[in-house]
């Protein structure tokens, strides 16, 4: 769910087990560039971001112990089910909607923004 404070738990935790934290969304904004000039590019779009998060997340898997934040979409490619379940620990946010803030900042929640954008123009 986006906004469930995963990039916020998510580097407190990092910090208590004295390991890296990375968030996938901004690993790929470094690498690629603007999410919503991405998802907007009918040659890219979500299913290009959605195989940039796959291998940013296979990358991430294979350095060791770290803690991840997956965008809210992730889990839900079956390869990245495998890649998560076989290669590391899971930890689910439990966020009643109603307690989630209504609209993330602009370039906080990068990969759910450039989503509402694409859909609200397309």
Not at 11 to 38: P, S, T
Not at 39 to 57: C, I, N, S, V, W
Not at 84 to 104: F, G, H, M, V, Y
Request: net charge neutral; aromatic share 4%; glycine share 10%.
């Amino acid at each position: 769910m986006p906004a469930s404070g995963k990039s916020t738990i998510g580097a407190q935790l990092a910090k208590e087990l004295g390991v890296e934290f990375v968030d996938i969304d901004k690993h790929i904004v470094a690498d690629h560039g603007n999410l919503m000039e991405m998802f907007a590019d009918p040659g890219r779009g979500e299913a290009h971001f959605r195989d940039l998060e796959t291998k940013e997340l296979a990358k991430q898997l294979e350095r060791g112990p770290i803690v991840i934040a997956t965008g809210g979409g992730c889990f839900g490619k079956e390869s990245n089910q495998a890649l998560i379940l076989n290669k590391a620990r899971s930890i689910w946010l439990d966020t009643r909607a109603e307690r989630a803030p209504q609209a993330p900042r602009e370039g906080h929640q990068p990969a759910a923004a450039a989503r509402r954008r694409h859909r609200a123009e397309g």
